[in-house]
């Protein structure tokens, strides 16, 4: 089964600086698709950014990036030039490609705090 | 484009009372999924509809919880007895056809207490 590990629970950085934020997971399958969301404090979610693992290329958008990592199944997001309002709980989730698996298995989140 | 409805927004019921939620995903996404979000398991994964067919429903709790798609426009998850630990926030998403590579979009979910 699919495993999606967050081990910070909790980050606080000042504005304008640059987090990282780490996400390990576990699959048997040879191809999948890793997401990041943010939950805003009104509940919503909303999808950041997406790595295909057969991509060798960090994707980037906007000011995130990820660090794919495959040989130690690792996906962590940066955002560079924090803002006040990136301060939300972020979740690395897994999608797998195998037919009929099509849920998300979500992390439990790392909540971002971005001081003034 | 409104993106995924859910109704009601809060909803408060009385232990062993019935609770219907109601999700009206995005136009043209064939995909559908249930999720119920609580401080204490996360993000968990309850059932999912590919153009209105029930695919996986692995992750419902089997004897009060049910599902339906009657139509392309909207699906109801139906929690029959409600117990206090049922309280959660009840997520909805759609996703587009055969797109595993695509993200999923959330409704603002229906914040279910149940007392």
């Known amino acids: 089964a699919q495993k999606v590990t967050q081990t910070q629970t909790s980050i606080s950085v000042m504005e304008k600086t640059t987090v990282t934020m780490d996400c390990v997971y576990e699959t048997r399958d040879s191809s999948y698709f890793l997401f990041w969301y943010k939950q805003t404090a009104s509940g919503e979610i909303v999808f950041l950014i997406r790595?295909?693992?057969?991509?060798?290329e960090n994707a980037t958008e906007g000011h995130y990036s990820l660090n794919f990592q495959k040989p130690k199944s690792s996906i962590g997001l940066i955002i560079t030039a924090t803002q006040i309002e990136d301060s939300a709980v972020y979740f690395c989730?897994?999608?797998?490609?195998?037919?009929?698996?099509?849920?998300?298995?979500f992390g439990k989140g790392t909540q971002l705090i971005i001081q003034p | 484009n409104a993106g995924v409805i859910q109704t009601p927004r809060h909803k408060v019921t009385g232990k062993g009372q019935e609770a219907t939620l109601w999700c009206e995903p995005i136009s043209g996404h064939s995909a559908v999924f249930w999720y119920r979000q609580t401080i204490v398991q996360g993000l968990e994964f309850l059932t999912y509809f590919r153009n209105q067919a029930p695919i996986d429903d692995s992750g419902m709790p089997k004897e009060r919880f049910s599902a339906q798609m009657p139509n392309q426009s909207h699906s109801t998850l139906k929690i029959q007895s409600t117990q206090p630990q049922d309280s959660a926030v009840y997520l909805c998403?759609?996703?587009?056809?055969?797109?595993?590579?695509?993200?999923?979009?959330f409704g603002s979910g229906t914040r279910l207490l149940v007392i």
């Open positions: 998403a759609s996703s587009p056809h055969g797109g595993r590579n695509s993200d999923y979009t």
């Open positions: 989730a897994m999608r797998e490609n195998t037919e009929g698996a099509d849920r998300l298995t």
């Open positions: 790595q295909d693992s057969y991509k060798k």
